[in-house]
C-alpha cells in the first residue's frame, strides 16, 4: 500500500512557479497521485482537460462501457475508509458507477480544490538554466512548475481513422473514447458500428435491443468470451469487505494486477478430456479467468494456443444461428488472447437479431463515408447515426501528441518516432524532471494496480529529490536503454499478433513494437519497491546553477 512520506518545506513562488509539481490527467492515476503528493505536503496542482474527474469513465460513457476487472479489484486500496464508505453494486460496474466512485473518492480525499479543469496541455518545455517546466495550455496560457508528471492515460486518444468522406456525413457521429455526455437517442434509429473492438463489443449488444437497423462493419474479428456479471449479492459483499486485504495481495501478487489465480499447470499434462473439462469451466468463470487462470502455457505455446482458441470457436458456433455468420465472426489470423480479448455480455446473441447485420469489410472494403452514410464496394447504406469504435492510438498517444520539449530542444514525439525508450516506465532520457505515472514499458492489465507501483515511486523520487536538496532528476541514458532492452526481451516469450494495437498496429506510421511491459506486475513491483533503499539507482540527481 502507500508510503507515507515526511513533509518538506516548498518555496515555489520565489521561483515564480505556479506549483512545484503539476499533474495532467484526472482519472484514476491521477487522482492516486495527487492524493500521495499532497499528503507528503508537496505543493502540488493538477490539470485536466476535461469539466470532471474520471479520466477513461468521463471520456467513454458510451452504452455498456464497463470494467473487465472485477469492480473490487480496481478501486483505491490506499484508504480503510473510502473501502469501507464505497459499495460496488455489480461484479463488473458500468461507467456510470465508476465515475460517481471517482468523484466520491476525490471528495472524500479533499482533493478537489488543487484541481484545475478545462485545461488541454498543447506542450511543455524544459527550461534548462532553472530546470522548470513550462506547460503551454491550449487557448494561450501558461503554468509552470519543477516538476511535471503525465497521468494521461494508455488509452485516451481516439483515433479516427482517414476513411475519404468522413467530414462529408450529415448524420451524428460519435466516437466510443470521445462519447457526449447527453444520452445518443438510439431508438428507433438506423445505425452503423464501424469496428469490432472492446468497445464495439460492449455498446452492440446495448444497442441492438433499442435501434431499428443495426449494421456492424468488422474489418477483424476477436476472440470475445462471456464477462459473467451480476449484480453482487449481500452475502457476497459481506465477503468482499471482509477479503479486501487478500483481495490486494492477490491482485500484487499476479501476472497483470487481477484477482485470478494462476495454473500451474501445462495443457498437455492433462488429457483432452480433461483439458475440455478445464475450458469448460474457465469459460463460465469471471472476466479474464479465461486468459490468466487458463493452463500456464497458454500463452507460450502455439499448439496450447490452438486447441484453446479452436474451444472458443466451437462455443462461438454454438451460439450463433448462422453458421456462415459464425464463421465470420471467428478469428483467423490470430488465436485467443494474442490480441485484447474482449469482454461480453450477449454480444453473439444480438447477431441472431434480425435488425442486426455483419458487413465483412475484407469482402466489401469501405469505398467512402457519404452525406447520408457508408458506401463499400456493393453500395450504399444510409444511418442516422455512425458509431466510430476505431480504438485509441494507445500507450503512447497522449504524449508525443503534446509538444513536449527537453534538453536541447529535444522533442518526445520525434525521440519515440522510431521506437519507445524509457526508465523503467516513468522516465525518459533528456526530459529531466518529467515523469509518466502510466504510459509505454508499463504492465498492461488491471491498470490501477500497476500505476500504483509507479505513483508510489514517483513520489518516493520526488521526496528523495527534495531530502537531498535536489531541483534537477534525470535518468541515466544507459539505465534507459538496459530497461528498454529488457521491455523487448519480455515481449519475445509471449504469442503476440502482428496486428495489434499493443503493437502500435493500429496507427499509420507508427513505430511497431511491443508497447507494455510483458514482464509480470509482481517482479516489476518487486523491482521498484527496493529503488528507495537503494537511493534510486539510475538517476541523476543535482542542482543547475540557476535553479
Ligand atoms: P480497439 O480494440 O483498437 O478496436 C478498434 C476497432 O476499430 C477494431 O475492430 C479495428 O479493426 C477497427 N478499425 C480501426 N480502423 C478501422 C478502419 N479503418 N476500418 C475499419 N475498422 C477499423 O479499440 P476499442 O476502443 O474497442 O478498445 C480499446 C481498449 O479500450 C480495450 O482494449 C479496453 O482496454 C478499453 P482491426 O482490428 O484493426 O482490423
Redesign the pocket.
Known sequence: MATQHAASGTDTTAAGLDAEVIIIGAGVTGIHQLHLLREAGVDVKLIEAGTNVGG?WYW?RYPGARF?SESYSYGYFFDRELLAEWQWSEHFAGQAETERYLNFAVDKLGLRDLMQFRTRVAGATFDEASATWTIDIEGGTQLRSRFLISATGV?SVP?W???PGRERYQGEAHH??QWPKEPVDFKGKKVAV????????QLIPEIAKEVAELVV????P?WNSPLNNGKITDAEQAEIRAAYDEIYNDCMSSFAGFVHRASRKRTFDDTKEERWAHYEQLYHQKGFAKLLSNYRDMMTNREANAEFSEFVAEKIRARINDPKLAEKLIPTDHGFGM??P?MESGYYEAYNQPNVTLVD?NETP?VTITEAGIETKDGERAFDIIV?????D?FTGALTRMHIVGEGGRVLREQWAKGVVTYLAAMVPGFPNFFMAGGPHLIAGNFPRATEIMVDYITGVLLHARANGSTFVAPDPEAAAQWTEEVHEAAKIALIAE?S?FRG??IPGKAQEYLPYAGSLTKFRARMGVMDEQGYPGLAFGTPVGA
Open positions: 477513461t467513454n473487465d488509452l483515433y481513422p482517414a476513411i466510443t473514447g464501424i469496428g469490432t473492438g472492446a468497445s464495439a463489443v462493419y468488422q474489418r477483424t476477436n490480441r485484447r474482449p469489410l469501405i466510430w469504435a476505431t480504438g485509441f494507445g496486428n494495437w498496429a493500429n
